[in-house]
């Protein structure tokens, strides 16, 4: 998400961040290329549910410290904080915040921007119709599904060799082979 972004005028991020390693990886890595960029981190704050330090958040945004927020965090606790973030700066967040098509849980979350693979967001995409889906299977189950569908495509297209280059829509998203020989994925 963060290279789609850049362009938004805002510069100091509010961070917000869980306990588990993957949210610190993620608080972790966004802060770094925030920085990497010129941009400031206004503060790091802990995900909490102690309606004080709740409150003490929604003062520290109102005063005009970030104009942005990130979250570095799953579902459950993005819900839980989001009413206190209010509905004046944009809040961007990772895949981690996507619960599916309920429409409830996505009430909760509106406002909230975060990427996603077409093969969750867009099951109309013609880079995901044509393979059958998994019954009742878990998100992450499925993102693992749809990774293998790309892995095999690239594998197939790997057998005569590394092509010059290679670029296509697939399951998880755009996929563009770079000139360090890696492959790039964008999100939808």
């Given at each position: 998400?963060?290279?789609?972004?850049?362009?938004d005028?805002?510069?100091?991020?509010?961070?917000?961040?869980?306990?588990?390693?993957?949210?610190?990886?993620?608080?972790?890595?966004?802060?770094?290329?925030?920085?990497?960029?010129?941009?400031?981190?206004?503060?790091?704050?802990?995900?909490?549910?102690?309606?004080?330090?709740?409150?003490?958040?929604?003062?520290?945004?109102?005063?005009?410290?970030?104009d942005?927020?990130?979250?570095?965090l799953?579902?459950?606790?993005?819900?839980?904080?989001?009413?206190?973030?209010?509905?004046?700066?944009?809040?961007?967040?990772?895949?981690?915040?996507?619960?599916?098509?309920d429409?409830?849980?996505?009430?909760?979350?509106?406002?909230?921007?975060?990427?996603?693979?077409?093969?969750?967001?867009?099951?109309?995409?013609?880079?995901?119709?044509?393979?059958?889906?998994?019954?009742?299977?878990?998100?992450?189950?499925?993102?693992?599904?749809?990774?293998?569908?790309?892995?095999?495509?690239?594998?197939?297209?790997?057998?005569?060799?590394?092509?010059?280059?290679m670029?296509?829509?697939?399951a998880?998203?755009?996929?563009?082979?770079?000139?360090?020989?890696?492959?790039?994925?964008?999100?939808?």
């Open positions: 998400w963060v290279a789609a972004r850049w362009a005028p805002a510069s100091r991020a509010l961070v917000i961040s869980g306990e588990s390693a993957l949210s610190r990886r993620l608080s972790q890595g966004f802060t770094e290329e925030w920085k990497r960029r010129g941009n400031q981190i206004a503060e790091e704050s802990a995900f909490t549910t102690d309606p004080g330090e709740l409150g003490k958040l929604r003062d520290t945004l109102a005063l005009g410290a970030a942005m927020v990130f979250l570095a799953d579902a459950k606790q993005a819900k839980l904080i989001r009413s206190y973030l209010g509905l004046s700066m944009p809040i961007y967040a990772t895949s981690l915040v996507h619960t599916g098509s429409p409830l849980a996505r009430l909760e979350l509106n406002g909230v921007y975060f990427t996603d693979m077409p093969w969750l967001l867009a099951p109309d995409h013609p880079a995901v119709l044509s393979y059958a889906r998994p019954e009742q299977a878990s998100l992450e189950f499925q993102r693992f599904y749809a990774l293998g569908i790309d892995a095999f495509r690239i594998a197939r297209a790997l057998v005569d060799g590394p092509p010059a280059a670029e296509f829509d697939g998880t998203g755009h996929l563009t082979l770079e000139s360090s020989r890696t492959f790039a994925r964008e999100g939808q």
